[in-house]
C-alpha cells in the first residue's frame, strides 16, 4: 500500500510517500522558518497562506521524485491536529479532496502520534513495548506505548514545552526563532560548569515537567549580567549552556524515572527538541546504565515532516481505520 503524507500543522509544508512493502519512497519539505523568523514566531496568517502556495507543487514533485503517477497512490493521510486551525485546514481540505477525487480512502493523523512513530522509519526500530519521551514546541510527554495506537500518559509538562522554554529562553538571549538549534550552537562556545540552573520538579517523585521556573530563572541571571544593557559574549554562551544543560539533565532524569517505574528497557525520543546532540548524549549514557537501549529518528525527522504522517497513517490504514468524508482539522486534541 502506497500512502501519500501531508504536513500543515504549523510552519513547515511536508509530503511523503511511504510504502508498506518498500518503505519510504520519497519526501520533501519546504520550510517557512526564514519568513516567520522576521516576527520572532510563527504568524498563523502567513502560515496558511504559504502553505496554499506550496502544497500542490510539492506534491506533484514528490510523486515525480517517487516516479510514481497519481494513480498509483492507495491512501492520503494528513494531519489532523493539533496544530494552527488555519494551517491544518489547508492540509486537510487538500489531502482529503485529493483522496475523494483518486477514489482512495483518507485518514486524519494526530501530529504527535506521528513523531512518536518516526524512529521507525530508521533501521533497526524499536519493538513494542516501549517508553516515548516527546518533546516538541508544544508538547513535552512521557508516554508508555504498549502497541501502536495505545499511549498511556505517564507524564507532562504542567506549563511550557520543552522546545518553548528553548525558543523563549533564546528570544532572551536575542537569538532568532526557532531558537533551540541556536542556544545548542552557542551553548557548545559556553562553559557548561560556570552557571548552574534549576532541575525543576526533579526533587519530588513524579513524572510532570514544569519549564516556567527555568524560563524566569534565565531571565533574571541575563538581567543580572547585563553591563549597560548589554551581554558579552561569553556570558551569552554560558548562560545558554547553562540552560542547555538544566533542560537536558531534567529531562534525563524523568526519562530515568520512567524505565525504572515501567521496568521497559526501550525508550524512544521524538519530536524537534529530540534533535538535540546534548539530549541524545546524555540519555545515551543514562540509558547504558539501565541497560536499555535509546532509539531516535534522524535530525530531519525530529521537526515535522511529511514521512512522519505518511507512516504513521499506512499503520492506522493497515488496522482497517479510515476517516469519512467530514475534513478533520482539530487545534487541540488529546492522543
Ligand atoms: O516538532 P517540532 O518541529 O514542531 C512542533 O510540533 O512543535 O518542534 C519544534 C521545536 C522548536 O521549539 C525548536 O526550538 C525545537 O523543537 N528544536 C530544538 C532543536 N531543534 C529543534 N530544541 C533544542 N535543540 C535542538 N537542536
Ligand atoms: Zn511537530
Same mark, same amino acid.
Given at each position: 500500500m502506497k500512502v501519500l503524507g501531508i504536513e500543515t500543522s504549523c510552519d513547515e509544508t511536508g509530503v511523503a510517500i511511504y510504502d508498506s512493502e518498500q518503505g519510504l519512497l520519497a519526501d520533501t519539505l519546504y520550510s517557512q522558518v526564514a519568513m516567520h523568523s522576521e516576527y520572532g514566531g510563527v504568524v498563523p496568517e502567513l502560515a496558511s497562506r504559504d502553505h496554499i502556495r506550496k502544497l500542490l507543487p510539492l506534491i506533484s514533485e514528490t510523486l515525480a521524485l517517487a516516479n510514481l503517477e497519481a494513480s498509483s497512490i492507495d491512501a492520503v493521510a494528513y494531519t489532523a491536529g493539533p496544530g494552527l486551525v488555519g494551517a491544518l485546514m489547508v492540509g486537510a481540505s487538500t489531502g482529503r479532496a485529493l483522496a475523494m477525487g483518486w477514489g482512495v480512502p483518507a485518514i486524519g493523523v494526530h501530529h504527535m502520534e506521528g513523531h512518536l512513530l518516526a524512529p521507525m522509519l530508521e533501521d533497526n526500530p524499536p519493538e513494542f513495548p516501549f517508553v516515548a519521551l516527546l518533546v516538541s514546541g508544544g508538547h513535552t510527554q512521557l508516554v508508555k506505548v504498549p502497541r501502536i495506537g495505545s499511549y498511556e500518559l505517564l507524564g507532562e509538562s504542567l506549563d511550557d514545552a520543552a522546545g518553548e522554554a528553548f525558543d523563549k529562553a533564546a528570544k532572551m538571549l536575542g537569538l532568532d526563532y526557532p531558537g533551540g538549534p541556536l542556544i545548542a550552537k552557542l551553548a557548545a562556545k559556553g562553559d557548561r560548569s560556570r552557571l548552574r540552573f534549576p532541575r525543576p520538579m526533579t526533587d519530588r517523585p513524579g513524572l510532570d515537567f514544569s519549564f516556567s521556573g527555568l524560563k524566569t530563572f534565565t531571565m533574571n541571571? &541575563?538581567? *543580572?549580567?547585563?553591563?549597560? #544593557? $548589554? /551581554?558579552? @559574549?561569553?556570558? $551569552?554562551?554560558?548562560? @545558554? *549552556?547553562?540552560?542547555?544543560? *538544566?533542560?537536558?539533565?531534567?529531562?534525563?532524569?524523568?526519562?530515568?524515572?520512567?524505565?525504572?517505574?515501567? #521496568?521497559?528497557?526501550?525508550? &524512544?525520543?521524538?519530536?524537534?527538541?529530540?534533535?538535540? /546532540?546534548?539530549?541524545?548524549?546524555?540519555?545515551?549514557?543514562?540509558?547504558?546504565?539501565?541497560? @536499555?537501549?535509546?532509539?531516535? @529518528?534522524?535530525?530531519?525527522?525530529?521537526?515535522?515532516?511529511?514521512?512522519?504522517?505518511?507512516?504513521? #497513517?499506512? $499503520?492506522?490504514?493497515? *488496522?482497517?481505520?479510515?476517516?469519512?468524508?467530514? &475534513?478533520?482539522?482539530? =487545534?487541540?486534541? =488529546?492522543?
Amino acid at each position: 500500500m502506497k500512502v501519500l503524507g501531508i504536513e500543515t500543522s504549523c510552519d513547515e509544508t511536508g509530503v511523503a510517500i511511504y510504502d508498506s512493502e518498500q518503505g519510504l519512497l520519497a519526501d520533501t519539505l519546504y520550510s517557512q522558518v526564514a519568513m516567520h523568523s522576521e516576527y520572532g514566531g510563527v504568524v498563523p496568517e502567513l502560515a496558511s497562506r504559504d502553505h496554499i502556495r506550496k502544497l500542490l507543487p510539492l506534491i506533484s514533485e514528490t510523486l515525480a521524485l517517487a516516479n510514481l503517477e497519481a494513480s498509483s497512490i492507495d491512501a492520503v493521510a494528513y494531519t489532523a491536529g493539533p496544530g494552527l486551525v488555519g494551517a491544518l485546514m489547508v492540509g486537510a481540505s487538500t489531502g482529503r479532496a485529493l483522496a475523494m477525487g483518486w477514489g482512495v480512502p483518507a485518514i486524519g493523523v494526530h501530529h504527535m502520534e506521528g513523531h512518536l512513530l518516526a524512529p521507525m522509519l530508521e533501521d533497526n526500530p524499536p519493538e513494542f513495548p516501549f517508553v516515548a519521551l516527546l518533546v516538541s514546541g508544544g508538547h513535552t510527554q512521557l508516554v508508555k506505548v504498549p502497541r501502536i495506537g495505545s499511549y498511556e500518559l505517564l507524564g507532562e509538562s504542567l506549563d511550557d514545552a520543552a522546545g518553548e522554554a528553548f525558543d523563549k529562553a533564546a528570544k532572551m538571549l536575542g537569538l532568532d526563532y526557532p531558537g533551540g538549534p541556536l542556544i545548542a550552537k552557542l551553548a557548545a562556545k559556553g562553559d557548561r560548569s560556570r552557571l548552574r540552573f534549576p532541575r525543576p520538579m526533579t526533587d519530588r517523585p513524579g513524572l510532570d515537567f514544569s519549564f516556567s521556573g527555568l524560563k524566569t530563572f534565565t531571565m533574571n541571571t &541575563i538581567a *543580572a549580567h547585563k553591563v549597560d #544593557g $548589554q /551581554l558579552s @559574549a561569553q556570558d $551569552q554562551a554560558d548562560i @545558554a *549552556a547553562a540552560f542547555e544543560e *538544566a533542560a537536558v539533565d531534567t529531562l534525563t532524569i524523568k526519562c530515568r524515572r520512567a524505565l525504572q517505574q515501567t #521496568g521497559l528497557k526501550q525508550l &524512544i525520543i521524538a519530536g524537534g527538541v529530540s534533535a538535540n /546532540l546534548r539530549l541524545r548524549e546524555s540519555l545515551e549514557k543514562m540509558v547504558k546504565k539501565e541497560k @536499555a537501549k535509546l532509539f531516535y @529518528a534522524r535530525q530531519e525527522f525530529c521537526t515535522d515532516n511529511g514521512a512522519m504522517i505518511a507512516y504513521a #497513517g499506512c $499503520q492506522r490504514l493497515l *488496522a482497517g481505520q479510515s476517516s469519512d468524508l467530514v &475534513i478533520e482539522a482539530r =487545534p487541540r486534541w =488529546p492522543m
